[in-house]
């Protein structure tokens, strides 16, 4: 990497470019690493306190003092690929948890237990990626006992990483009278295409948080908001896109000001690496079938090729027929199905 002007070291970031691809050189603290240097490359995703986090195309997260920053340079995002890299089952629902994170988790084996005060079934409910470490009815119980003491019921999400164990885990469940419900589907596709969709501007306005038009349109969060919103502004670079409502499109029974205030179109995005997830689409009752859902994906699309990413992923549950159809033009295809079981009533 060359970092030098005139042949010194040169910062050439600032905070203006959180969002861009960057290389940036470290010096590293001499009784930690025999190395004087650690360079980096990924996507500046924030530069508060202090500090930078960069998110590399793995998606992992590298925290930098910016006393120790001594080079840094915007650098070109790479070139967008018209096919989306594969994945296995199991990094995709790793990946789709740290898009969708809960605001409290816990840990049994290679469970792991997951808690937002109830707000969707992905942040309340156990992803059992790996062997638990004990016997399936000892398990069991420690799971239920935590979903208890939190007042929520227990769930368990059938998605192992192998067809095979989720075969398993599914029946040995079953068995014991967990209900199966909230079936869906991941489903992925190339990125670029989704972001070729309406190449003109568009009016959709991206933001880092969902203002109170965002949340109203969203309309799901639950009794608590905080819970809501922690999940949905939780990941290493989350957008929100708004379609703004136009006064002349009022629905009946509004008024003008209504309309204005609530948006025609809404969706989020969080970028990871090379992975980009969607969710929250929704257009409102009165904007449908006029290529409000088409827009706000291909704007989130095009912020997340900026950022490095090239493939796409979102999840749906196989009775939401009209975005079915909506996914399957964007080129969506289904990469594997999951759904929960939910422990017997007491």
């Not at 909506?326 to 929960?340: C, M, N, P, S, V």
Request: charge should be negative; proline fraction near 5%; include cysteine.
């Amino acid at each position: 990497m060359e970092f030098t002007t005139g042949g010194r070291l040169a910062v050439r970031i600032t905070a203006a470019d959180v969002g861009k691809r960057v290389s940036v050189r470290r010096l590293n603290d001499s009784g930690s690493s025999p190395e004087r240097f650690t360079d980096a490359v990924g996507v500046l995703t924030s530069w508060t306190g202090g500090v930078l986090r960069i998110t590399r195309r793995s998606g992992e997260i590298v925290e930098i003092e910016e006393g120790a920053l001594v080079a840094g340079k915007v650098i070109p995002a790479e070139p967008a690929r018209r096919r989306g890299p594969a994945a296995t089952r199991r990094e995709l629902q790793e990946i789709a948890a740290r898009g969708w994170p809960a605001r409290e988790t816990g840990r049994l084996g290679g469970w792991t237990l997951r808690a937002a005060g109830g707000f969707t079934a992905r942040a309340n409910s156990v992803l059992p990626l790996d062997d638990c470490g004990l016997p399936l009815d000892a398990a069991l119980d420690r799971v239920t006992d935590w979903y208890a003491a939190r007042g929520l019921p227990a769930r368990v999400q059938i998605t192992t990483g192998d067809p095979a164990a989720d075969e398993r885990l599914d029946a040995e469940l079953a068995g014991r009278g967990w209900t199966a419900e909230r079936h869906a589907l991941m489903r992925t596709a190339a990125l670029a295409p989704i972001a070729d969709r309406y190449a003109d501007e568009a009016p959709v306005v991206l933001s880092r948080e969902p203002d109170e038009a965002w949340l109203a349109a969203y309309g799901r969060t639950g009794a608590d908001p905080a819970d809501a919103l922690a999940v949905l502004t939780g990941g290493p670079s989350v957008w929100f896109a708004t379609v703004p409502q136009a006064a002349a499109s009022e629905e009946p029974g509004e008024t003008a000001t209504d309309a204005r205030d609530r948006p025609a179109a809404i969706a989020r995005c969080v970028i990871d690496g090379r992975w980009a997830g969607f969710a929250a689409l929704d257009v409102s009752p009165g904007r449908r079938r006029q290529g409000l859902g088409t827009q706000v994906m291909a704007a989130l699309a095009r912020q997340a090729l900026s950022e490095g990413a090239s493939a796409a992923y979102l999840q749906v549950e196989t009775d939401n027929d009209a975005a079915a159809g909506l996914y399957d033009e964007l080129g969506f295809t289904t990469h594997h199905a999951y759904h929960y079981r939910r422990e017997p009533l007491r």
